[in-house]
């Protein structure tokens, strides 16, 4: 799941920027940014300079295809007060073969100008081309666009939570990469990973208004907040990028785990002085479900699907499962009757555990809900738990459904958030 | 189409014109000019006035939506193969920190969808012609052969071309060729073979000449194979595995993600079912070169398949019912697989695949 960065590292390339924009350089404190995938947050090391990418975090070219001296020991990490603006050149090392190589470029760049017609376009659909995403003006939010593709469509023709849920992942780790903080694929900020911590999810909530069609394009809009004294929270909020309507909105809160000992750690101050500044002052963008989620067990659950296993491909590089298939197993027991006339309206996740490649699953699911008129406008709510068999609990969580719209009703009512 | 122009445009030139975009723009805001800046990507001349040129005899009317653009595919001048870039994301990368051989799969299915989509066959995903929707009938395929011989990682740009030609009287194949689109190195090749069935009575019926010119017309009229070495492995015949095999894995049973709109298991699952049983010292160690596929029944929704798996050239040098006995590489681990319903015993399909040594 997690990429390394070995081979597509992304530095800033001082020349350009400075032909790019003629101003002077923004102040670093939109710049490096945190993005939890199960605990990869990375700060660079800066000899590449990676602290200087501006927030909009243009030109980062891979030069020759090898990473410039990126080490988890990042000297610059101490002067990195991400909150005081510093000069652009006083942190540059000797550019000099990249500006031969960028001013080379530039000239045969300039030479194919020649050939086009060309009118300047808007910049996000340049970044977008490839789906790389960019950071917005701000230095906070991050964007990227998503064409679904087929076979990211589920049985009714839509994309699956599934492939939702996965947008939501890649443009946290992208939003990490813009801001050059990705190192490894896992990084931690420098003093996280010498002190061998991660972030890793706790908590997922999310709510879907409308789900996309094969080629649609969605946008993707994430940012980063404190939570608690000791957590993060990521949020992300999805646009149909034609009619600028709510595909989804979500919220997400991680902790700090020692990686070595699996044990929750405080926030420790060195850590804190790094990643405090990236934080927006923004309320979560979903209000919090703060009700309990019930532990099924065998005799409260209404169905249960045993004998699930991962597959090769359901694992990330440590050979962890992605916690995107949790959410693929918790609806493996949902009722075939509730999915084929309800969609999913939102859910809330708990993360327990994680699990590898041995591990056998088992699947719960309560209907604890059907709407107590019974009428078909009523939506259905679930409880779900994710266990071992050995019974250690995965994950648990609760889901809100709404009866399918027939198509073109698009605009029709709003979320039920889990009332009848 | 200007912006449509200006945009495959840039595309192919990325390499070049990183800094010369930002610089245009003023703006500086090209996050994705950021990609592949090398100093040894020059030679984008060539590609770059094929895909501007491309983009121009795709037909590009003003109106092209985003998805369009974004998805980067078009028709190529010649009208006769179809060629689109994907960037590799971060959920389709495995264990070895690269895309998985089901990503790979899952984007030639894609591309080759996009490819009947923009020659006008039905846009539901069957790419079938108007005859065959008028008869029910739809293409299945029959036969799959992946070599990727570098695989991208995330973040990487894949460029895949496609085109499709007749196979014979009873079928059609679909080729593919896979390009680092920063390097143009080629990557991977593929080809498939499909045979038409009717959607309802699952029967397979030979393509009628009607059918054959509704969608030769799109294909290159002499044969452009992408193996077009002889005696190429996607040619061989795949033996079945004698009894009993090395590996297995039991009772493995499709899930939600992996059925169609018509509750039927996608393709690419059975390349991920085939590869279950391979034993975690050849995963660890090693890296798929090759997969050939042999779809003989399909699967639904509530059956159960048990995955076997053999090394096809045993210890002590006897072949497992291979005829030939071509010396056995020493860096290439080479097995054959069977798929068969639990329930029933019956074949689902028969697959080989070759492994390389991972160098880390």
Same mark, same amino acid.
């Given at each position: 799941?997690?990429?390394?960065?070995?081979?597509?590292?992304?530095?800033?390339?001082?020349?350009?920027?400075?032909?790019?924009?003629?101003?002077?350089?923004?102040?670093?404190?939109?710049?490096?940014?945190?993005?939890?995938?199960?605990?990869?947050?990375?700060k660079p090391a800066s000899q590449s300079g990676a602290m200087e990418v501006k927030a909009q975090a243009q030109a980062i070219p891979k030069v020759n295809g090898t990473k410039v001296g990126l080490k988890a020991e990042a000297q610059t990490v101490e002067d990195d007060a991400p909150s005081a603006p510093r000069t652009f050149y006083n942190q540059l090392p000797d550019w000099s073969f990249l500006f031969a190589a960028i001013t080379t470029i530039f000239l045969a760049a300039e030479k194919q100008f020649t050939l086009i017609d060309w009118k300047p376009r808007r910049p996000d659909m340049l970044a977008d081309a490839f789906g790389l995403g960019k950071m917005m003006q701000d230095g906070l939010d991050f964007r990227q666009n998503f064409s679904i593709r087929s076979y990211e469509i589920g049985a009714d023709r839509t994309a699956s939570?599934?492939?939702?849920?996965?947008?939501?992942?890649?443009?946290?780790?992208?939003?990490?990469?813009?801001?050059?903080?990705?190192?490894?694929?896992?990084?931690?900020?420098?003093?996280?990973?010498?002190?061998?911590?991660?972030?890793?999810?706790?908590?997922?909530?999310?709510?879907?208004?409308?789900?996309?069609?094969?080629?649609?394009?969605?946008?993707?809009?994430?940012?980063?907040?404190?939570?608690?004294?000791?957590?993060?929270?990521?949020?992300?909020?999805?646009?149909?990028?034609?009619?600028?309507?709510?595909?989804?909105?979500?919220?997400?809160?991680?902790?700090?785990?020692?990686?070595?000992?699996?044990?929750?750690?405080?926030?420790?101050?060195?850590?804190?002085?790094?990643?405090?500044?990236?934080?927006?002052?923004?309320?979560?963008?979903?209000?919090?479900?703060?009700?309990?989620?019930?532990?099924?067990?065998?005799?409260?659950?209404?169905?249960?699907?045993?004998?699930?296993?991962?597959?090769?491909?359901?694992?990330?590089?440590?050979?962890?499962?992605?916690?995107?298939?949790?959410?693929?197993?918790?609806?493996?027991?949902?009722?075939?009757?509730?999915?084929?006339?309800?969609?999913?309206?939102?859910?809330?996740?708990?993360?327990?555990?994680?699990?590898?490649?041995?591990?056998?699953?088992?699947?719960?699911?309560?209907?604890?809900?059907?709407?107590?008129?019974?009428?078909?406008?009523?939506?259905?709510?679930?409880?779900?738990?994710?266990?071992?068999?050995?019974?250690?609990?995965?994950?648990?969580?609760?889901?809100?459904?709404?009866?399918?719209?027939?198509?073109?009703?698009?605009?029709?009512?709003?979320?039920?958030?889990?009332?009848? | 189409?200007?912006?449509?122009?200006?945009?495959?445009?840039?595309?192919?030139?990325?390499?070049?014109?990183?800094?010369?975009?930002?610089?245009?723009?003023?703006?500086?805001?090209?996050?994705?000019?950021?990609?592949?800046?090398?100093?040894?990507?020059?030679?984008?001349?060539?590609?770059?006035?094929?895909?501007?040129?491309?983009?121009?005899?795709?037909?590009?009317?003003?109106?092209?939506?985003?998805?369009?653009?974004?998805?980067?595919?078009?028709?190529?001048?010649?009208?006769?193969?179809?060629?689109?870039?994907?960037?590799?994301?971060?959920?389709?990368?495995?264990?070895?920190?690269?895309?998985?051989?089901?990503?790979?799969?899952?984007?030639?299915?894609?591309?080759?969808?996009?490819?009947?989509?923009?020659?006008?066959?039905?846009?539901?995903?069957?790419?079938? %012609?108007?005859?065959?929707?008028?008869?029910?009938?739809?293409?299945?395929?029959?036969?799959?052969?992946?070599?990727?011989?570098?695989?991208?990682?995330?973040?990487?740009?894949?460029?895949?071309?496609?085109?499709?030609?007749?196979?014979?009287?009873?079928?059609?194949?679909?080729?593919?060729?896979?390009?680092?689109?920063?390097?143009?190195?080629?990557?991977?090749?593929? %080809?498939?073979?499909?045979?038409?069935?009717?959607?309802?009575?699952?029967?397979?019926?030979?393509?009628?000449?009607?059918?054959?010119?509704?969608?030769?017309?799109?294909?290159?009229?002499?044969?452009?194979?992408?193996?077009?070495?002889?005696?190429?492995?996607?040619?061989?015949?795949?033996?079945?595995?004698?009894?009993?095999?090395?590996?297995?894995?039991?009772?493995?049973?499709?899930?939600?993600?992996?059925?169609?709109?018509?509750?039927?298991?996608?393709?690419?699952?059975?390349?991920?079912?085939?590869?279950?049983?391979?034993?975690?010292?050849?995963?660890?160690?090693?890296?798929?070169?090759?997969?050939?596929?042999?779809?003989?029944?399909?699967?639904?929704?509530?059956?159960?398949?048990?995955?076997?798996?053999?090394?096809?050239?045993?210890?002590?040098?006897?072949?497992?019912?291979?005829?030939?006995?071509?010396?056995?590489?020493?860096?290439?681990?080479?097995?054959?697989?069977?798929?068969?319903?639990?329930?029933?015993?019956?074949?689902?399909?028969?697959?080989?695949?070759?492994?390389?040594?991972?160098?880390?």
């Amino acid at each position: 799941m997690v990429a390394s960065m070995a081979t597509s590292v992304f530095f800033p390339v001082p020349s350009s920027s400075s032909v790019a924009s003629a101003k002077a350089p923004k102040p670093i404190n939109e710049g490096p940014e945190r993005l939890g995938i199960r605990g990869i947050v990375a700060k660079p090391a800066s000899q590449s300079g990676a602290m200087e990418v501006k927030a909009q975090a243009q030109a980062i070219p891979k030069v020759n295809g090898t990473k410039v001296g990126l080490k988890a020991e990042a000297q610059t990490v101490e002067d990195d007060a991400p909150s005081a603006p510093r000069t652009f050149y006083n942190q540059l090392p000797d550019w000099s073969f990249l500006f031969a190589a960028i001013t080379t470029i530039f000239l045969a760049a300039e030479k194919q100008f020649t050939l086009i017609d060309w009118k300047p376009r808007r910049p996000d659909m340049l970044a977008d081309a490839f789906g790389l995403g960019k950071m917005m003006q701000d230095g906070l939010d991050f964007r990227q666009n998503f064409s679904i593709r087929s076979y990211e469509i589920g049985a009714d023709r839509t994309a699956s939570i599934e492939t939702l849920m996965n947008h939501l992942q890649e443009t946290a780790l992208n939003h990490a990469r813009s801001a050059g903080l990705l190192v490894d694929g896992f990084g931690s900020t420098p003093e996280m990973t010498k002190k061998n911590l991660i972030w890793v999810v706790t908590k997922m909530q999310v709510l879907v208004e409308r789900y996309p069609s094969w080629e649609d394009v969605v946008e993707v809009d994430t940012w980063v907040a404190s939570s608690g004294k000791n957590g993060m929270r990521r949020d992300w909020h999805v646009h149909d990028h034609r009619t600028g309507q709510t595909v989804l909105r979500a919220t997400s809160v991680w902790v700090m785990m020692n990686k070595l000992t699996r044990r929750l750690s405080k926030i420790p101050e060195e850590v804190r002085a790094e990643i405090e500044p990236y934080f927006v002052d923004r309320d979560p963008i979903i209000d919090e479900d703060s009700r309990k989620v019930q532990k099924l067990e065998d005799n409260t659950a209404d169905f249960i699907k045993r004998g699930l296993n991962p597959r090769w491909g359901d694992l990330d590089i440590n050979q962890h499962v992605n916690n995107v298939k949790y959410i693929g197993w918790i609806l493996e027991s949902a009722p075939i009757s509730i999915l084929e006339s309800h969609e999913l309206a939102g859910m809330t996740l708990e993360y327990r555990r994680e699990c590898g490649r041995d591990s056998v699953l088992q699947s719960l699911t309560a209907v604890s809900n059907h709407g107590s008129d019974g009428s078909p406008e009523a939506g259905i709510e679930c409880q779900h738990l994710l266990r071992l068999e050995s019974g250690a609990e995965i994950m648990r969580g609760r889901t809100q459904w709404r009866p399918k719209r027939a198509q073109g009703l698009q605009n029709m009512g709003p979320l039920p958030a889990g009332n009848t | 189409m200007a912006e449509m122009l200006r945009f495959c445009a840039a595309a192919g030139l990325i390499r070049n014109s990183e800094a010369a975009v930002t610089a245009a723009e003023c703006r500086g805001r090209g996050r994705w000019a950021a990609v592949r800046c090398s100093s040894r990507a020059i030679p984008g001349q060539e590609a770059a006035s094929r895909l501007v040129a491309g983009v121009g005899a795709a037909g590009g009317a003003e109106g092209k939506g985003l998805a369009e653009r974004l998805r980067l595919g078009s028709l190529v001048p010649d009208g006769l193969s179809y060629k689109e870039s994907f960037v590799v994301r971060c959920y389709e990368v495995g264990i070895n920190k690269t895309a998985t051989v089901e990503t790979i799969a899952n984007l030639l299915q894609e591309v080759g969808c996009n490819h009947a989509q923009s020659v006008g066959f039905s846009t539901d995903g069957f790419a079938t %012609t108007p005859t065959m929707r008028k008869l029910r009938l739809i293409w299945v395929t029959s036969r799959m052969h992946i070599e990727i011989y570098k695989y991208p990682a995330w973040g990487d740009v894949v460029e895949i071309e496609t085109w499709c030609q007749g196979e014979g009287r009873i079928g059609t194949r679909r080729d593919w060729i896979l390009k680092d689109l920063a390097t143009g190195e080629v990557i991977g090749r593929a %080809t498939s073979k499909w045979v038409m069935m009717n959607q309802d009575t699952r029967k397979l019926q030979r393509v009628s000449d009607e059918v054959r010119e509704e969608y030769l017309v799109y294909c290159p009229r002499t044969p452009r194979l992408s193996f077009p070495e002889e005696n190429n492995g996607s040619l061989k015949k795949i033996p079945k595995l004698a009894d009993p095999a090395q590996y297995s894995r039991l009772g493995l049973v499709p899930r939600r993600a992996d059925l169609d709109m018509n509750q039927h298991v996608n393709n690419v699952t059975y390349i991920g079912w085939v590869l279950e049983s391979m034993p975690q010292e050849i995963i660890d160690t090693h890296e798929l070169q090759t997969i050939t596929l042999d779809y003989r029944r399909e699967c639904q929704h509530d059956d159960a398949v048990d995955s076997l798996t053999s090394s096809e050239f045993a210890e002590n040098g006897s072949t497992n019912g291979t005829a030939t006995t071509k010396p056995h590489d020493q860096e290439l681990q080479q097995f054959l697989h069977f798929l068969k319903s639990s329930g029933t015993g019956l074949e689902i399909n028969r697959g080989r695949t070759e492994w390389r040594k991972l160098i880390r």
